[in-house]
């Protein structure tokens, strides 16, 4: 079974709007971390924001929000007021500290266009 | 402060010769990860290093990957022999490790192979 769904393969958005990017996971443990990271068409992989499981609010970072429901096990990436350097592809990512490892697990992505 | 850095950017090669792909993680990060991207595989984990020592290499495809971390401060991937199925954007990455999650990735080298 996937750890993390992105059921999202491609979204167009408008210039200016709020974009909302879906991340749903599967975990059996009770302390994670979930990612995301944004990869544009020049390749390189950015980190943009990160939320632990036990996190009390929503992270926040610039125009990047991370809209945690624990209960669903989503974790949504909300892009406010969007821009034409936006448009790349999105990665939602899961570590489960009690693996006893580092790793993370990648999901599928989604693939942002922002339109002028 | 440097980022990750990896080496070469871009590297084009004919069948059969080997490869060897490096990379310099971020100063004081004690986990290094190997990853590869192709369009119908997306992002695969090949190893990962942690305090020089191989964790995890369950990733790595066959016996003609292989990866080293000789000291804190540098990594290799090489393949040999190289094959046109090995064409892919390899990223190395790193990670304070030990609990702290986020793994900051290299610019990436692009390997083709013909």
């Known amino acids: 079974a996937q750890k993390i769904t992105q059921t999202q393969p491609g979204m167009f958005v408008q210039e200016k709007e709020a974009v909302t990017l879906d991340c749903t996971y599967d975990?059996?443990?009770?302390?994670?971390?979930l990612f995301w990271y944004k990869q544009p068409s020049s390749g390189e992989m950015i980190f943009l924001i990160y939320?632990?499981?036990?996190?009390?609010q929503n992270a926040t970072e610039g125009r990047y929000s991370l809209n945690f429901q624990k209960a669903r096990k989503s974790a949504n990436l909300v892009i406010s007021a969007s821009q034409l350097g936006d448009s790349a592809m999105y990665f939602c990512?899961?570590?489960?500290?009690?693996?006893?490892?580092?790793?993370?697990?990648f999901g599928k992505g989604t693939r942002l266009h922002i339109l002028p | 402060d440097a980022g990750v850095i990896q080496s070469p950017r871009h590297e084009v090669t004919e069948m059969g010769q080997e490869v060897t792909l490096r990379c310099k993680p971020i100063?004081?990060?004690?986990?290094l990860f190997w990853y590869r991207q192709t369009m119908m595989r997306g992002l695969e984990l090949l190893i990962y290093f942690n305090n020089n020592v191989p964790i995890d290499d369950s990733g790595m495809p066959e016996d003609r990957f292989s990866a080293k971390m000789p000291n804190a401060s540098f990594s290799t991937l090489k393949i040999q022999p190289s094959e046109p199925r090995d064409s892919a954007v390899y990223f190395c990455?790193?990670?304070?490790?030990?609990?702290?999650?986020?793994?900051?990735f290299g610019p990436g080298t692009r390997l083709t192979v013909l």
């Open positions: 100063s004081g990060h004690n986990s």
């Open positions: 990512a899961m570590r489960e500290p009690t693996r006893g490892d580092d790793k993370i697990i």
């Open positions: 990455a790193s990670s304070l490790g030990g609990g702290a999650d986020t793994q900051y």
């Open positions: 975990t059996s443990d009770p302390s994670y971390g």
């Open positions: 939320q632990g499981s036990y996190d009390q």
